[in-house]
């Protein structure tokens, strides 16, 4: 079943790229946001951002109880970390990274990490929604409002005192956007 999932979504991005979604001489994932970016606030990009969003809660349209598959990529056990009911610290993994495979590596360096030296922390799995950057950028501040409310209600359901991004975008909608009375929010831009 892993293997299906992941094969489909190599297959997924090679469709993306071919379609001109992808840039660089490597063909890396730019995602939706350079896509509207490239073409403003296209009509019909928005109204497409709003109901993938709206109906997967990730802008990349994949079922988002996918979102922790990458925890069972090398068979270690990390899975645990998406069933806490409690823990000090929350490791954000963000969308690129949850779903992209070139992207998942740094996830899982970071739960490697965290993992071996014994920091008490989960990660959200498909309790995680997107950070609503980009919806916020496209003016749709209602959807971002729901992304906004659902991320941090796990947040504080979990009872967590510092959040962790490795993504920069969802560090800096958090930063200014979302705001938890008695939550760190700490940006990890490389693993030691």
Not at 22 to 37: F, M, R, Y
Not at 134 to 160: M, P, T, Y
Request: net charge negative; hydrophobic share 35%; glycine share 8%.
């Amino acid at each position: 079943m892993l293997q299906e999932i992941i094969l489909q979504r190599r297959l997924q991005e090679r469709m993306f790229c071919d379609k001109g979604v992808c840039s660089g001489v490597h063909g890396k994932w730019t995602g939706l946001a350079d896509a509207v970016a490239a073409h403003g606030h296209d009509p019909q990009v928005v109204e497409t951002a709003k109901l993938i969003t709206n109906q997967h809660h990730n802008l990349f349209g994949y079922p988002n109880e996918e979102r922790g598959l990458w925890l069972r990529l090398e068979g270690n056990g990390f899975t645990q970390y998406a069933q806490k009911e409690r823990a000090a610290v929350v490791y954000f993994v963000g969308c690129k990274q949850s779903f992209l495979i070139p992207s998942q590596q740094t996830a899982l360096d970071i739960v490697k990490e965290l993992s071996r030296d014994g920091v008490d922390f989960a990660v959200l799995g498909d309790r995680e929604w997107c950070c609503g950057r980009v919806l916020k950028g496209l003016g749709l501040d209602e959807e971002f409002e729901v992304c906004k409310q659902h991320n941090s209600g796990e947040i504080q359901r979990l009872k967590a005192k510092q959040v962790i991004f490795t993504c920069h975008s969802c560090y800096d909608v958090w930063h200014n956007d979302y705001h938890i009375d008695g939550v760190e929010l700490i940006y990890r831009k490389s693993i030691n």
